[in-house]
């Protein structure tokens, strides 16, 4: 009978111990940015179209714009823009359409064409973001559609990456990763350029232990690196104050780096990671109880 009794002490002591929260560590700041929406669009000659324009605070969080903009053209021949981002198309062709707060710029594409049968657009597949672990390939396919959203056949592109040494592109869409990081791929039609796809080289590995599930990815995105969970992550519900770290060794957090408090235990997250990690530097993403030290979750993200 004391026996049991010194158990259940033993348990409510760890328990009680772990919530005894101590201060989050300070998440990393990021450059502040715009994004411009939409990334691409084509219009008749002599029609207009309103920009919508989003901003990024130093936290990465979508925050309302805390300055004036300047909106500008790089062909004013093809459309032209005022402040308020309004833009009208002048002749057929492709331009940039420029939005810049401070030193921060962000652009979109715009095609302005004669008539709806006309080559107005050329689409990436897939569109948004292509993620590839180092020496992984992928095909990227690419489609022509007029102004209304027919596709026009017997086309031929031209392939192009931002950064080759990270990211190369064969000229039939053969997409490799070269490097950890970020590149834009883009693919070219008489003229007409698609807009840029994101292609990211990630490490990433499953989280198991404890009952822990998904994935954790760690990419180079707008020179900042990030840790990532996927929408199918979850944690034990036990310990009120997890954290997640990056380290070498998988059962203990001795030189491992924090990066964040666990607030939510599951779904998709991401955080920023201070400058001075590398992509390469740790092996796991570990859940860690602080006080109590124990691990609810580790994720190889391989050598």
Known sequence: ???????????????????????????????????????????????????????????????????????????????????????????????EIKAMYNSILTTSLLTVVNNNTQLATVMVMPADLLELKLNETATLTAIGKNNLGGTINGLGFLWQSSNVPLVAVSPTGVTTGMAYGTANVTAASSGIQSSPVMVQVIRNGNFSGMGSTGMAKLKIENAVLKLQTTTDFNVSAGPPDLRIYLGNNSSNINGAVEVASLNQRSGAQTWNISAPTSITQYRYAIVWCLQFGGTYGVADLGN
Do not use: H
């Open 1 to 95: 009978m004391k026996k049991t009794i010194a158990f259940v002490f033993a348990i409510i002591f760890a328990v009680a111990s772990c919530s005894k929260k101590s201060p989050d560590t300070a998440l990393a700041t990021v450059p502040e940015r715009l994004e411009i929406t939409p990334a691409s669009n084509s219009i008749l000659t002599g029609e207009t179209f309103q920009y919508g324009l989003k901003y990024y605070n130093n936290s990465g969080l979508l925050s309302t714009l805390p300055g004036s903009v300047s909106w500008s053209t790089t062909n004013v021949a093809i459309a032209s823009v005022n402040q308020s981002g309004l833009v009208t198309a002048v002749g057929a062709g492709q331009t």
